[in-house]
């Protein structure tokens, strides 16, 4: 048996609601732990743990300011994401489009 660190994908990574939270804060600029963890009614050992998931995926990345680490998000890992999701895009349209002939033929 492996005692290997699990490796997280991006899928992985945003599955859960805090680190899709998280992502989003950090869309807006970079931030120390402290200012990401104020935002969670959880502990800053928890936040460390979802920010190292987002790091695993390549979603984030730290470096040390000072004392600090500080974190910023890695957008070009969501193009993964992206990718896969284009596919599901044409079954969306589809039913927009069927939506729209009902609503406009009814």
Known sequence: ????????DVFQAIADPTRREVLRLLAEKELP?????????MSRTAI????HILSEAE???GKKVGREKRYRLQPESLKELKDWLSY???FWNNKLSILKYVV???
């Not at 048996?1 to 997280?8: D, G, H, T, W």
């Open 59 to 61: 979603l984030v990345c």
């Open 88 to 90: 599901y895009e044409q």
């Open 1 to 8: 048996m492996s005692s290997l660190a699990q490796k997280y």
């Open 48 to 51: 460390a743990k979802h920010l």
């Open 104 to 106: 406009e033929n009814d």
């Open 33 to 41: 732990i402290s200012e990401i963890s104020s935002h969670f009614p």
